[in-house]
């Protein structure tokens, strides 16, 4: 299952993180325990028990929920979660450390460490722009940032969600044609840090980043676009995030 800002379990949930940046913990908490009774599949369940956990006082029932996220996350199984396999052993761990379970934090913290080496994500992946390029072009680092003025990117960023990469193509400066292609990596790769763990557990947008070149090997020509008032919203979003960017 793709990660979908617009479904209606991660609006409950991204309403919840809202609560929680004004310090209204109460509400926090009961939006994301709708959140998981609205919630149709393990995807779904897996989002909402994250959150569920993170709102427990007593740490046993925190551990609970957290172990439940896990298994939810271990039936889906899909490169949408398994990014969150290290958070979600790291949180256990402590859990247990708080416990004083030793050998348990032990082997959840082995766990976590095991998991967080390169990402497994066998793509297909897409760039999203409004650049004319051709197949075979090479995309390389040094370019302007399309969020941040005056900011030279020192990666170039993909995604493996063919959606994603149609929003940054409709995010993109200039006056060009929204343009998504389909990408090949040069080198390694690693988890975009700007939105890994930052509010979803894991990587669910499966987006990445490189230092080596991408190579275009194709385009996609047809993809669900956003309406203009839904791409404004994301507009304003940006223009209002003052957060630094992990470069």
Not at 210 to 227: A, F, H, N, Q, S
Request: glycine residues 6%.
């Amino acid at each position: 299952m793709e990660f979908n800002p617009n479904n209606a379990v991660v609006r409950l949930c991204m309403q919840g993180m809202q609560m929680e940046d004004n310090n209204r913990h109460a509400e926090a908490k009961q939006l994301f325990m709708q959140a998981w009774n609205a919630a149709q599949n393990d995807f779904e369940k897996f989002i909402a028990a994250y959150y569920i956990a993170r709102h427990q006082d007593n740490i046993a029932d925190r551990l609970t929920w957290y172990e439940k996220a896990l298994q939810l996350a271990q039936a889906v199984d899909t490169d949408a979660v398994k990014g969150a396999y290290p958070l979600l052993y790291t949180n256990i761990a402590r859990c247990y450390a708080e416990l004083g379970d030793t050998a348990n934090a032990e082997k959840n913290r082995a766990l976590a460490t095991s998991l967080s080496s390169h990402p497994g994500d066998k793509g297909p992946f897409y760039h999203g722009t409004r650049a004319d390029l051709l197949i075979g072009d090479l995309l390389t680092p040094g370019r302007m940032s399309n969020y941040k003025e005056e900011f030279l990117m020192n990666h170039i960023y993909f995604t493996a969600l063919v959606n994603g990469a149609g929003l940054a193509a409709a995010l993109a400066k200039g006056n060009g044609r929204e343009r998504v292609y389909i990408v090949e990596p040069m080198g390694n790769f690693e988890n975009d840090p700007n939105v890994t763990d930052k509010k979803f557990p894991g990587n669910p947008t499966r987006s990445y980043r490189t230092t080596e070149p991408l190579k275009i090997v194709g385009e996609v020509t047809d993809w669900p676009r956003l309406p203009p008032e839904e791409i404004q919203k994301w507009r304003e979003r940006l223009a209002d995030n003052d957060g630094e960017i992990i470069n």
